[in-house]
């Protein structure tokens, strides 16, 4: 197994990507490929008691900024980290692709360069987050703003993918997310995705509102792009928001001070529970090839697990699945 | 003042309407007019130590289901305690009413009878939260779906009246709920309404993200009905979800649980500060009448903050204020 991973993505870039890298091939045994300015890598690498053999660094002269408009970035940094990335994907150089970059200059690399799965007509970012229950799918969150119906449908089939062979669901539950539960709720474009998902053989439970994310009742939630991206920063900032709300309030008095204090543990363990750093990156799916999408905040360990997740999903034939599904249900549209 | 009071709105309506209408009455003095089944309410008032004199009954002998569809119910349902609330203030019989039932009708019988304000498009539900700053606004969670730019427009010169003289805000800063800071994203929509926004004379900041809800750097945020109301609903069951996700960590072990009982009193002031019937409901801006939409999950405590803001809506003219704001637009761009 190869991997590549953008050592220039993240905010502290190279320093964490590198100390996950590290970690990943000594626990995993990939063979790891740092891709990123030789020097700035070599320097961290250098600061590591030992380095396994199993990393090397591909040089890329360029870094594409956080902030940078996604798709000039790729046209013009040819020679950057993620360009690079892709194009040792497309040239199957590598298994999979892992970056913790510019989710815009990621998807619109990987897209361009490797391509898109027979059958896909659109890329979706998929995240896996922990409900109430088990762990869940919401997908797009933000790979594709203009959005049919049709692409709402695959998002469906390819979540539904990641949920039964990376998830182990058996059957995965499907919602719609919409703004209520009725049928005959929400705007045209929902409207005619319900239809198109009704007919489909996904075990479609029809709409979910935004309360119910959260809950666990579907395996799997679909979204356009922009709702999607915007429902993960609302969520996001909201565990932090009440976190600061919470920890405000425990300073009232010396007596909440000492129940912070002895509450602890609990905290930590709640903050282990729901750090997305535990469930690695966001996959990218529909593209013709592995990529993981990581947080721009990860920790070495976000990058150390996104790098097993996309040993798993290459191991896994998540996408070989997703194909065949498509396949499946053209033939299906086809015949009936 | 008269306040008329749906008195069947809400998942414990009536009792629990009638409760809050009654501590209303004691405290702030209003006429209030209960809508609702007479028998009902009369048993619920019976229940009372005191009635106020200044509490009343107007019979409605039917009531509109929280899960029914919005324009239906209210064709067919013309003596429901809706439409006759909205019929009491189109015929200027109350100077406010007050929901906390079916929001889609609501919306729906006091936009048909009350009608809009002088040059409003779209009506749109506000609501007004605590951020890490102050108290910010939320337009649109769910009156319109069907959004153009004009009506988003519209929607931050609501809302920044709504803020600069309900909340105190001299010039509320107004933003653009987006995937990205930047002016070159966004859907078509989303871009045009930046153009419009950004020609306006209100304070606009720019696009914000979901993860600046709840940060407060924004006073007024705007958005289509869809979105807001897939936000809010995220947020209210992701505090949910969190709280039960502490709670369940809390019983790990003697020590923590010691902890939580120490920290108790943090959290009940916790609660009390982003409870959101602290602040009451969430006024319905742009129809020609004060309408304040509770929670359907409203405490009497909420009712009676509902009723205050009601009053209060009134009282600082808002809806002048909205007009005239409209009104030295429509000639700025006039004369432009």
Redesign the interface.
Known sequence: MRIAVDGMGGDKAPAVVVEGAVLAAKEFGYDIILVGNNELIQKELFKKKSVPKNISVYHAPEAIGM?E?AATSIRRKRNSSISIGADLLKGKKVDAFVSAGNTGAVVCAVTLKVGLLEGVLRPGIAIIYP??KDLSVLIDV?AN??TKPEHLLQYAIMGNMLQQYMLGKERPRIGL?N?G??E?K??DF?KRTHTLLNESPLDFIGNV???????GECDVIVCD???G???????????Q??T???KR??K??L??K??????????R??KK??DYSEYGGAPLLGVDGVCIIGHGRSSAKAIKNAIREAGQFYTLQINEHIVAAIKGMQKENNNG
């Open positions: 902030d408009p409900t109430l933000g703003i203009d997310l703004i539960e009725e005959s929400g705007t929902i509102e935004g309360g119910n994310i959260y809950t792009g922009f709702l991206n915007v429902v993960l920063k609302v969520s996001e900032s909201l565990a928001t009440m600061i709300f919470i309030k425990l009232m008095n007596i909440t000492l129940g912070a204090l002895l509450s602890m543990p609990a905290f363990a709640l529970e729901i």
